[in-house]
């Protein structure tokens, strides 16, 4: 039986000595279904075969011998510029003149520079070989431009059109050589024009200044270049000022402008004034009097909305701010520490002070949370606590109620919710607990082993590890009072393989599942152990064509051959879930070992 290779086989560009090809008598001896590509050797035709998805073709055969023929004129239909005669044996390859129309073919002989290939197969002569200009077109080598010519002349053929004072005209001139003329001329119509801008010397009309005064002219007022009053002006004087209501400049005559204009001033009350009528000076009143700005206040008792308090005016003086603008700000935005100290007790008058922080000092004070926190709820002892019974009921849906502080002593050991308590430890309420919301974790259990510990008696003890060498390998370590022990492994002094006992000598711990206890046990014995597990070994006899080798592995292996040699050949393998069987076509005058693997 041949051996079959279920994927592609990759020599890496090595050569395949002595190799053969598959032979059969005929294509159907190869079996059904060929893929392309698949090739053997036919030895009744005696060539190679390959199929190529259809047929079998033989490679190499059927050409002999291939010839170029002469040419001869396509004028038989044949869409291809070359004909063959036979498609075995000698092939003669004949090439195609072009014939016209459709027969395609190659460009026959006899044309020159000024013929051209027609669509009949033969040559001939273009008709026009020479471009000249017409009208209106002037020409230059090979290239050909439009004719105009700036030419003045009156416009007589076309009526000329009139705007903003001037006339234009477009006209062509048809005489015989085409030329296209554009005549553009204009006169100005407009007889009324200013030729200059001068400011106006009228004393109702003073105050324009015009420059320049021809060209790009520009306009504006000049009050500055006009004479200046020498008193004060009079009431019929007239300004020009621009009413914003009707959009538009107005004259307005100085008594009119005056209308409403303060002529006296009095100090009111806070206030003093100093200085002359025409020149006076009003100032706050600071002085030590009754009328000075504070005296003059209205007192009030209470403020009329105390959402809100009342405004100060301040003016800072600092290092910063030496000489602070006055401003405002509410009594409410003062910092008390901004504020000097008291000199005497303070009354609240039953009100609260709120939002303090917790004390720090000694003489800090005290808001009531921090006296609840730390004073109320101190250690409250109720009494004694069955943990076998839950009695007083401290650790089940209908518990009853605990405040903060209350304590108990353990007097029957049990379970605390699922922790175990023993006589003597103490349990501490954290919290106010309602009755029917106790719960593990709002107590703290205060623990009473502290006996040192013993074979028989929990309690306080160390752990540490072994200093003998039969007893090395445990490393143990503290965090937080919680000790780990764990093999340590890499600080054992190493050995080399020289320095090793046999694999008989050398013993490792495992445990046996099946008797769920610990053991010990030579290296030797249990690799032998894992060795049977996953591998099992045979051979074909000499003289034999087969092996087989018994296992619990399954179909599921990896079976591999070697020969007397120790080189690796390749049996027809017959799998079973209990055996593996190797099979070769020819008997070997040496022993072929066959080994067997378990995957997975």
């Not at 050797?41 to 047929?55: E, H, L, M, R, S």
């Not at 099992?536 to 034999?544: E, L, N, Q, S, W």
Request: hydrophobic letters at 35%.
């Amino acid at each position: 039986m041949a051996i079959n290779f279920l994927g592609n086989i990759t020599l890496n560009k090595n050569e395949l000595l002595q190799a053969t090809i598959e032979n059969q008598p005929n294509d159907a001896a190869v079996g059904a279904s060929p893929v392309s590509g698949q090739v053997y050797f036919n030895t009744g035709d005696k060539v190679i075969k390959v199929y190529d998805g259809a047929n079998w073709e033989a490679v190499g055969a059927g050409v002999s011998k291939l010839e170029i023929g002469n040419s001869a004129v396509n004028t038989g239909g044949i869409n291809t510029g070359l004909s063959v005669d036979v498609t075995t044996g000698d092939v003669t390859l004949t090439p195609k003149i072009y014939g016209g129309g459709l027969n395609v073919g190659m460009v026959p002989t006899g044309g020159v520079t000024t013929t051209f290939l027609n669509g009949n197969g033969a040559f001939s002569t273009p008709i026009n070989t020479e471009y000249t200009a017409g009208k209106g077109v002037t020409e230059s080598g090979n290239e050909f431009q439009a004719k105009i010519t700036a030419l003045s002349q009156s416009t007589t053929s076309n009526a000329p059109t009139t705007t903003a004072s001037r006339t234009y005209s477009v006209q062509t001139q048809t005489d015989d050589d085409g030329t296209l003329v554009v005549n553009v001329p204009w006169v100005d119509t407009n007889t009324s024009l200013v030729t200059s801008v001068g400011p106006s010397t009228s004393n109702n009309r003073l105050g324009i200044a015009v420059t320049p005064t021809t060209g790009d002219v520009k306009v504006g007022l000049n009050i500055i270049g006009m004479t200046a009053l020498t008193g004060a002006p009079a009431a019929t004087d007239s300004l020009l000022i621009y009413d914003t209501s009707a959009t538009t400049n107005k004259r307005i005559a100085v008594s009119d402008l005056l209308s409403g204009v303060l002529t006296n001033v009095t100090a009111g009350d806070g206030l003093i004034e100093t200085g002359g009528a025409s020149t006076p000076t009003i100032s706050v009143d600071y002085s030590a009097t009754s009328s000075n700005i504070i005296q003059e206040a209205t007192e009030v008792f209470s403020i009329s909305d105390p959402t809100y308090t009342p405004r100060i005016l301040i003016s800072e003086s600092n290092p910063g701010t030496p000489n602070g603008a006055v401003s405002k700000i509410r009594v409410q935005n003062i910092r008390l520490d901004q504020l000097g100290n008291p000199d005497n007790n303070i009354a609240m008058d039953t009100n609260l002070i709120t939002g303090m922080g917790d004390p720090v000092n000694a003489q800090d004070a005290a808001t009531k949370k921090y006296v609840d926190d730390n004073i109320a709820g101190g250690l409250i002892y109720q009494g004694g606590y069955n943990a076998a019974t839950n009695v007083p009921n401290l650790d089940s849906g209908t518990s009853i109620a605990v405040d903060k502080g209350w304590t108990y002593t353990v007097t029957v050991e049990g379970s605390f919710f699922t922790e175990q308590v023993r006589v003597g430890d103490v349990l501490i309420s954290e919290v106010d607990q309602a009755a029917g919301a106790s719960a593990l974790a709002n107590w703290t259990t205060v623990q009473n082993n502290i006996d040192l510990a013993s074979a028989s008696q929990i309690g306080i003890g160390n752990v540490k590890a072994a200093t003998a060498v039969e007893l090395a390998g445990l490393n143990v370590s503290y965090s937080a009072g919680t000790g780990t022990v764990g093999l340590d492994i890499s600080a054992l002094p190493s050995q080399t393989l020289a320095q090793l006992p046999s694999s008989s000598e050398i013993f490792v711990p495992y445990f046996d599942d099946p008797a769920t206890t610990n053991h010990a046990t030579s290296l030797d014995i249990l690799l032998k152990k894992s060795t049977d597990s996953f591998s099992k070994t045979g051979t074909i006899a000499i003289g034999a064509t087969s092996g087989t080798v018994a296992h619990d592995f399954g179909i599921n292996t990896i079976v591999q051959t070697i020969n007397a040699n120790g080189d690796t050949v390749y049996c027809d393998i017959t799998r079973t879930a209990t055996t593996s069987v190797a099979t070769i076509n020819v008997a070997q005058t040496g022993v072929i070992t066959i080994l067997v693997q378990k995957i997975g």
